[in-house]
């Protein structure tokens, strides 16, 4: 059984910055490819960002290439997100999740259904 506790949500000031954190337990993360998604109130969970289990491979959603990475540290089992040039668009709750199946990216790591291992989540809220 693999826990994901995801920290460092909060409330930042438009074109701020904000770096999540997940970590991970119970499992073996160094062969786990990890995402992260958001949700904001009422509305759908959106794909952000994926990361293959070497961490050699990156896929990101269209509307956050350029402002947000993705990255991870198999020693610590953690996985980051950093989040630049935030705007109130980007507030939502953020999950990260772990795809124990498979290590690569894969053709369709955007998909939420391949995640098996959610996260609670934590808060980012960016004030106008």
């Known amino acids: 059984q693999v826990q994901l506790v995801e920290s460092g949500g909060g409330l930042v000031q438009a074109g701020g910055s904000l770096r999540l954190s997940c970590a991970a337990s119970?499992?073996?993360?160094?062969?786990?490819?990890m995402g992260w998604f958001r949700q904001a109130p009422g509305k759908e969970r959106l794909f952000v960002a994926a990361i293959s289990a070497s961490g050699s491979n990156t896929y990101y959603a269209n509307s956050m290439k350029g402002r947000f990475t993705i990255s991870r540290d198999n020693a610590k089992n953690t996985v980051y997100l950093q989040m630049n040039s935030l705007t109130p668009e980007d507030s939502a709750k953020y999950y990260c999740?772990?795809?124990?199946?498979?290590?690569?990216?894969?053709?369709?790591?955007?998909?939420?259904?391949?995640?098996?291992?959610w996260g609670q989540g934590t808060q980012v809220t960016v004030s106008s």
């Open positions: 999740a772990a795809d124990h199946l498979s290590p690569s990216i894969g053709t369709m790591p955007y998909k939420p259904d391949y995640y098996g291992y």
């Open positions: 119970g499992g073996t993360f160094s062969s786990y490819k």
